[in-house]
């Protein structure tokens, strides 16, 4: 059973930008900690953005996309995004939205360990962005 959607993925030149989605339902959207991960070709899933929709607590990043990626949030309409500008090969990956079990964000992804892909409950199949160099 699918719980959370992501679309928005595609081929992108290297410097382009996307715009990934995550449909959640309203069960699972709030309050919760809504994550997006990445996992490229024969490498481990990466949390690179989390977002905490039960309040205003700054979002968190991998360092690898601090700067260019943005994590938002539409409470009327319990979707996140991800707004991934300035993209460059090694972006490339399948991307997944996930969720922890209406639970906030952990203390240690703000602290700079980033999102664990253990501490999550829902996930969606995730959606394929590709960077052509």
């Known amino acids: 059973q699918v719980e959370l959607v992501e679309s928005g993925g595609g081929l992108v030149q290297a410097g382009g930008s996307l715009r990934l989605s995550c449909a959640a339902p309203e069960s699972i959207y709030r309050p919760n900690c809504m994550v997006w991960f990445r996992q490229a070709p024969g490498k481990e899933r990466e949390g690179v953005a989390a977002?905490?929709?039960?309040?205003?607590?700054?979002?968190i990043y991998a360092g690898s996309v601090k700067g260019r990626f943005t994590i938002s949030q539409d409470n009327a309409k319990n979707m996140v995004y991800l707004e991934m500008n300035s993209l460059k090969a090694e972006d490339t990956a399948i991307y997944y939205c996930?969720?922890?079990?209406?639970?906030?964000?952990?203390?240690?992804?703000?602290?700079?360990?980033?999102?664990?892909?253990?501490?999550?409950?829902?996930w969606g199949k995730g959606t394929l962005v590709t960077v052509s160099s």
């Open positions: 996930a969720a922890r079990g209406n639970q906030v964000c952990k203390q240690s992804y703000y602290a700079g360990t980033g999102p664990a892909a253990d501490d999550m409950s829902f």
């Open positions: 977002i905490f929709t039960g309040a205003t607590n700054p979002p």
